[in-house]
């Protein structure tokens, strides 16, 4: 499985920025996946995840209310909207798949494939 991030950028504090995570193969369908950040200097942190189906997701209780992760399956990608951006929020993400969970997955070391990272700057 190979995932393309993308829809990163520079963004003005309150704006919103959705990200894409496309995935190769035809079992995207059946993961787990998941979003990222890290910042810089810091570690890398969960974000978001979502189940195979979209029917059952989980955030980071920080971002609740202002991220919304969602997938369609018939174009094999996932998605991260963000609103309300803070500078707070300015990382890399990452999309991953966790491909032995169908479920939402927390655990970083649970996913076994990774996009390369988009960049989000929030700045005025």
């Known amino acids: 499985v190979q995932l393309q991030a993308s829809g990163g950028g520079l963004v003005q504090p309150g704006r919103s920025l959705r990200l894409s995570c496309t995935a190769s193969?035809?079992?995207?369908?059946?993961?787990?996946m998941g979003w990222f950040r890290q910042a810089p200097g810091k570690e890398r942190e969960f974000v978001a995840a979502?189940?195979?189906?979209?029917?059952?997701?989980f955030y980071a209780d920080s971002l609740k209310g202002r991220f919304t992760v969602s997938r369609d399956n018939a174009k094999n990608t996932v998605y991260l909207r963000m609103n309300s951006l803070k500078p707070d929020d300015t990382a890399v993400y990452y999309c991953?798949?966790?491909?032995?969970?169908?479920?939402?997955?927390?655990?970083?070391?649970?996913?076994?494939?990774w996009g390369q990272g988009t960049l989000v700057t929030v700045s005025s």
């Open positions: 979502i189940s195979w189906s979209g029917g059952n997701t």
């Open positions: 193969g035809r079992t995207f369908s059946s993961y787990g």
């Open positions: 991953a798949a966790a491909s032995r969970y169908a479920g939402v997955v927390v655990h970083r070391a649970n996913y076994d494939y």
